[in-house]
């Protein structure tokens, strides 16, 4: 509960489209894309947030460990 994506507010069932800029296709491209972030880093992740308001996008900026 208390890692990088928790802490950005992101929960179970938002979907990651981007990292550092890098437009997501698949799950192979995501995980090619977060295992180019090294730990101690930041990466800046695009997500899609499905919410009962709708759905919308938000960027955020998580430190990897």
Do not use: C, H, M
Not at 17 to 30: E, F, I, K, Y
């Amino acid at each position: 509960p208390d890692g990088p994506l928790d802490q950005a507010g992101l929960r179970k069932g938002d979907l990651i489209s981007g990292v550092n800029g890098v437009p997501l296709s698949d799950l192979a491209r995501t995980t090619l894309e977060l295992s180019r972030v090294k730990q101690g880093e930041d990466a800046d992740l695009r997500v899609v947030i499905r919410r009962q308001q709708g759905a919308f996008i938000r960027e955020v900026k998580v430190r990897v460990r």
